[in-house]
């Protein structure tokens, strides 16, 4: 069964341009992996002057993305990327969820 990594996050305007193009960098490494099937950003701005920013990740298995979050982890600390710190910077909050997925 499918499963489906879903993030959400909540930041300022002002950091909405940043952050997209260092989620679409992130995105470029993470589709390589083995297991990968599909993903997506979706955007939208809130009336406090806020943006919601929602990725998901498609992996074919739990095994394929476990193996996957530490290839990517080891791949984003040989090249000196760190989302955590980027987020802190851009006052980024994050909500993290994992769901099985299966057709209607």
């Known amino acids: 069964m499918e499963i489906i990594l879903i993030d959400q996050f909540m930041l300022p305007q002002a950091a909405a341009r940043e952050f997209l193009e260092q989620v679409h960098f992130s995105a470029s490494i993470v589709k390589t992996r083995p297991g990968f099937v599909e993903g997506y950003v979706y955007q939208r701005a809130v009336d406090d002057g806020q943006v919601n920013v929602i ?8 095994s394929a993305m476990q193996e996957a979050r530490k290839s990517i982890a080891a791949e984003f600390a040989s090249i000196g990327f760190d989302p955590p710190g980027i987020m802190q910077r851009l006052g980024v909050q994050m909500q993290r969820a994992t769901y099985r997925r299966a057709p209607y």
């Open 55 to 62: 990725t998901t990740a498609v992996w074919a298995s739990e």
